[in-house]
C-alpha cells in the first residue's frame, strides 16, 4: 500500500467503464460510495455480534430457569410474531444438556467475557489512532480492503476454536485482540471515503441515514450468528468472517476512494479549478457539482489539475488535529456515549435470556434476535438526530439533548421491560432511539465537519485522522462499558443500569460549552460560530 504518483481505477469499475463505454456522472458514483461503504460497515459491525449472541452458550447459567416449552400453537404478539420465537422444544434440550465452554463456564465465566471484550475494543481503540493517520496518507480502497480481510480472517479464527476443541484462554484473547485492531482501519476509512465525495449541505441528515449501517450490521451479524448456532457455536463466528471478507473483496473492485480515481476534481480542494469565487457557500457546493459533471475521459488516473486521490494531500498529524476547535469535547463525549451504546451491543442478548418477560424465559436464540429491535430504534434515531441538527444546525444541542433522553428511557426499560413481550420491545425500541441517536451524529456528521475545519489551511486534510481521534477515543468507553458489566452484572442488572445512566448523564454534561455557544449564537449574543456546528472551509 505504499503511496504511489498515480493509481488506476478500481478494477471493477474499470471493467464496467469498457462495457459501457463512457464514465458514470458524479450523481451515480456518489449513490455507488454510499451503498458501497454502507455495506462494508455494516459487515464490520456483524462480525462484532457473534460473541454477544454466544454468550449464554459459553456460560450458561445455572442459576436461571431453563426456557420454557412452549405450546406450538401459541401466538406471539406483534411485532414478534413467528419472525422472532418458534418452537423451542429443540433449544429447551440444548440448554439442558449444555455445560458451556471451558473457560468461560467456571464461576469467572461472566468476567472472562468481558475480558476479551476489553480486548477487543481496547486494541481496537488503540488501532484506531494509528489507523485515522494511515488512512490520510494511504490509498483507502487498498488500506480498507486489507483490514476486512484480515478482520474476517481473524474472527473465523476464533470460531475455529470450536472445531479445534481449543480450551485455552489466551487462544481466544488474542484471537479477539488481532479481529480488534484490524476492525479499527475501518470507520476512519469510510466516513473519509463519504466526506471525499460529499459536501457540507444537509451532511446531518445524509450521514444519519447513511449510519444505518451500524444497526443494519448488528441486525445481520445477530440474525446469521443466531441461525447458525445450531449447528455449533463456531459456526456464528466462521460465517460473518466470511461475509466480512467478502465485503472487501467489494471494496477493492468497486470502490473509488477519490473523486480525482475517475476523473473528478476534489471537492474539497481550495484550489481546485472547478470551484468558483461565491459568497454563499451553497452556491459554491452547487458549483462544484457542475464541476464533478464535467464529462471526463481516460481510466480515471485524474483530470489535468487535479492529481491522484492523495499525491497532493498532505496528511495532519495527531496534535495538530486535536487542536481543531470541537475535537476533545466530542471526543470525550463520545467515550461516555459508546460506553452505554456498546453494553447494550455485547450485552443486550445475555440481559434478555437470563430474565424473565412476561413471566418467562427466553432462548439464546430468540434472545439474539429481539435484541436487533434495540438497533431499529438505533436507525431511526441516527436519522432523527442528523435531521434535527441539520435543521437548527445545532449539532452539540442535539446529541445533549438525545443523552439526556436517553436515561429516562432506560430506567423505564429496566423496570417495566418484563411486563410483556410487547412492551419490552417497545421499551427496548425507545431506548435505542435515544442511544444510538447522538453516537451516529458524533461519528459521523461531527467528524466530518471538523475535518474539514477551516483551521486546515491549503489542501490539507484530516478526515480519516479526525474520525480516528473522536471513535478511537470513544471505543475506550466502549471497551470500558462491557468489562464493567461483566462485574457488575454479578450484583445485579440494576447496578448496570445505574453505570449506564451515569454514563449517559456525563455524555451530555460535556457538551455543556459547545451547547451553551449554539444557544447563545442562536440568540445573537455572538458573532463566532460554535465549534460543534458545521463550520465550512473558506474557499477562495
Not at 480488534?180 to 463519504?194: E, K, N, R, Y
Not at 442511544?435 to 486534510?461: C, E, F, M, W
Amino acid at each position: 500500500m505504499a503511496m504511489n504518483s498515480k493509481r488506476k481505477t478500481p478494477p471493477g469499475i474499470a471493467l464496467l467503464r469498457r462495457v459501457r463505454g463512457r464514465n458514470w456522472s458524479p450523481k451515480t458514483f456518489r449513490y455507488a460510495i454510499l451503498l458501497i461503504t454502507f455495506i462494508a460497515y455494516a459487515c464490520y459491525h456483524a462480525s462484532r455480534k457473534p460473541s454477544s449472541i454466544v454468550k449464554s452458550v459459553l456460560h450458561p447459567d445455572s442459576s436461571t430457569k431453563p426456557p420454557q416449552e412452549h405450546n406450538s400453537n401459541k401466538i406471539y404478539p406483534w411485532p414478534m410474531g413467528n419472525v422472532f420465537v418458534k418452537r423451542e422444544i429443540d433449544e429447551v434440550l440444548l440448554h439442558r444438556k449444555s455445560k458451556g465452554w471451558e473457560p468461560f463456564n467456571g464461576k469467572d465465566g461472566t468476567s472472562r467475557l468481558g475480558e476479551i471484550d476489553v480486548a477487543f475494543l481496547a486494541c481496537y481503540s488503540i488501532g484506531m489512532y494509528v489507523a485515522g493517520h494511515l488512512g490520510d496518507s494511504l490509498d483507502l480502497r487498498l488500506f480498507l480492503t486489507w483490514g476486512m480481510i484480515g478482520s474476517g480472517f481473524f474472527v473465523g479464527l476464533f470460531g475455529m476454536g470450536y472445531f479445534w476443541n481449543i480450551h485455552a484462554f489466551w487462544f481466544f484473547l488474542v484471537m479477539q485482540m488481532a479481529a480488534g485492531l484490524f476492525q479499527a482501519t475501518g470507520w476512519p476509512s469510510v466516513v473519509a471515503v463519504v466526506g471525499n465525495w460529499f459536501g457540507k449541505r444537509k451532511r446531518g441528515l445524509i450521514m444519519g441515514i447513511w449510519n444505518a449501517h451500524t444497526s443494519v450490521g448488528n441486525i445481520c451479524g445477530s440474525l446469521i450468528a443466531a441461525g447458525v448456532l445450531e449447528y455449533g457455536w463456531g459456526w456464528s463466528f466462521i460465517a460473518p468472517g466470511f461475509v466480512m471478507s467478502l465485503g472487501g473483496v467489494i471494496v477493492y473492485l468497486f470502490l473509488a476512494a477519490y473523486p480525482e480515481d475517475v476523473g473528478f476534481p476534489d471537492i474539497n480542494s481550495n484550489s481546485g479549478k472547478f470551484i468558483k469565487r461565491k459568497r454563499d457557500v451553497e452556491e459554491e457546493e452547487e458549483e462544484v457539482e457542475e464541476g464533478l459533471g464535467t464529462d471526463v475521459e481516460g481510466e480515471g488516473e485524474g483530470s489535468s489539475g487535479s492529481g491522484s486521490g492523495y499525491e497532493n494531500k498532505r496528511s495532519v498529524g495527531l496534535l495538530q488535529a486535536c487542536m481543531i476547535p470541537g475535537v476533545i469535547p466530542f471526543a470525550l463525549c463520545l467515550f461516555f456515549s459508546k460506553l452505554v451504546a456498546y453494553t447494550f451491543l455485547y450485552w443486550l442478548p445475555f440481559y434478555l435470556s437470563q430474565t424473565t418477560i412476561g413471566g418467562e424465559y427466553v432462548s439464546v436464540k430468540t434472545a439474539g434476535n429481539l435484541s436487533t429491535l434495540f438497533d431499529v430504534g438505533g436507525i431511526v434515531g441516527g436519522i432523527l438526530c442528523g435531521y434535527i441538527s441539520d435543521k437548527f444546525k445545532a449539532r452539540a444541542t442535539t446529541a445533549a439533548a438525545f443523552m439526556y433522553a436517553a436515561i429516562p428511557a432506560m430506567l423505564v426499560y429496566h423496570s417495566y421491560g418484563g411486563v410483556s413481550q410487547t412492551v419490552n420491545i417497545l421499551l427496548m425500541m425507545v431506548a435505542g432511539l435515544f442511544v444510538n441517536g447522538p453516537y451516529a451524529l458524533i461519528t459521523t456528521a461531527v467528524s466530518a465537519d471538523l475535518g474539514t475545519h477551516k483551521s486546515l489551511q491549503g489542501d490539507s486534510r484530516a478526515l480519516a485522522t479526525v474520525t480516528a481521534i473522536i471513535d478511537g477515543t470513544g471505543s475506550a468507553g466502549a471497551a470500558l462499558g462491557p468489562l464493567l458489566t461483566g462485574f457488575l452484572s454479578t450484583m445485579g442488572w440494576q447496578a448496570v443500569f445505574y453505570m449506564l445512566v451515569v454514563g449517559a448523564l456525563c455524555a451530555g454534561l460535556l457538551l455543556t460549552r459547545l451547547v451553551i455557544a449554539e444557544i447563545r449564537e442562536k440568540l445573537g449574543y455572538v458573532d463566532e460560530v460554535p465549534a460543534s456546528e458545521p463550520l465550512l472551509t473558506d474557499r477562495r
